[in-house]
Structures are given as structure tokens and as C-alpha cells.
């Protein structure tokens, strides 16, 4: 059974579907944790279905490779096989990235190498593009730039806000996360060579 540590920032939408996810028998992975870098409303996911939690608070270190020390250190209590990235809106610290990678999964709502960085709805919508997507890739140092999992296009309608278009994105990421969390649990999908 892969044991999956969440990281979130937000409501946690994502994180809910991977949870109700979990709890059928045949899915292949579970989540022994959930963790944020602030108080985010999706941790009362985790309290709904009985799931561990920790907060490590941003703003309450001096730096970012500060604050890396404290969320590694709260990974190890958990020994994930894997980490995913639910809607974290800060850049991993190099140390976590170097213990865990490749093995550190987060989904973006924009079809990379299009759209990269914490604005793909917005930015897609500005570049008047017609049709966007979702992606899952593993997590490196840069922004968006790791190797891609999976990806769906969405199409851009006419008169589509940023709110709009993104309430049509999410399912699309929730059913890839899924899709790709179950992969990677049942060996379909190879982190360590991912093309």
C-alpha cells in the first residue's frame, strides 16, 4: 500500500477526492497525512475522514530553507512513499525536494509546458487562448518545469471568467490525480522514468 503525505495551502478540493479515493478497498494508496503551511481550510478534510494533520507556518521562519528543515522533519514522522502537492502555493525548498524527489507529485490547472506558475487560469485566459488543461508532473526545482504524468486539454467557452473556467479544470485535476496516484501505487507509472 503507497502511503501518501498531502501538502496544502487552501480548501483542499483535491485532497478531498484523493481521501474518498483512499477509502475504497481496491485503491492502492492511502493517506497517513496531511499537512499545510498555514491554518487552510482543507485540513478539516483530513479531521472528516480521521487523518493525521500538521501545520508548519510559512511566517514563522526566517527563511525558506528554515522552513524546509521544519516540514522535512515533519515528512519523516510519516515516511510517505510519496508526497503530493494539493494546491501548496510555495515553492519546495531544495532539501525537501532532494530527499524526496522524484517521488513529489503536484497538479497544475493549465496543459504544460503552457501556462506555468500560480496563475495558469488567469494567465490562459489573458493570452486569449481557446483551449487550456490540467497536468500532474513531478515535482523538481523549478516552476512547473518537471516531467509530466498526465494531461487533459479543457476547452476555453466563450465568456468563461477565471472562476468559471476554473470550477471546470478541477474536476479534470481531481480525476487525473487519481488516475496518477493509482499508477504510481501499482507500478504503470515509473517516477524515476516517467516517459
Not at 79 to 93: Q, T
Amino acid at each position: 500500500m503507497l502511503r501518501v503525505v498531502v501538502l496544502i495551502s487552501g480548501g483542499g478540493s483535491n485532497l478531498r477526492a484523493l481521501l474518498e479515493a483512499a477509502q475504497h478497498p481496491e485503491y492502492p494508496a492511502r493517506v497517513v497525512a496531511v499537512g499545510a503551511d498555514r491554518q487552510a481550510d482543507g485540513l478539516g478534510h483530513a479531521e472528516a475522514f480521521g487523518i493525521p494533520s500538521f501545520v508548519v507556518p510559512f511566517t514563522s521562519f526566517a527563511s525558506r530553507e528554515a522552513w524546509g528543515d521544519e516540514l522535512l522533519a515533519q515528512l519523516r514522522e510519516w515516511e510517505p512513499d510519496l508526497v503530493v502537492l494539493s494546491g501548496l502555493m510555495k515553492l519546495l525548498p531544495r532539501q525537501v525536494v532532494a530527499e524526496y524527489g522524484p517521488a513529489i507529485i503536484n497538479t497544475h490547472p493549465a496543459y504544460l509546458p503552457e501556462f506555468p506558475g500560480a496563475h495558469g487560469v488567469r494567465d490562459a485566459l489573458a493570452a486569449g487562448a481557446t483551449v487550456t488543461g490540467a497536468s500532474v508532473i513531478v515535482v523538481d526545482d523549478g516552476i512547473d518545469t518537471g516531467p509530466i504524468l498526465a494531461q487533459r486539454r479543457v476547452p476555453i467557452d466563450p465568456g468563461d471568467t477565471e472562476s468559471t473556467l476554473h470550477d471546470r479544470i478541477k474536476p479534470v485535476e481531481r480525476e487525473l490525480l487519481i488516475e496518477t496516484v493509482r499508477g504510481i501505487a501499482d507500478g504503470t507509472i515509473d517516477l524515476k522514468d516517467p516517459a
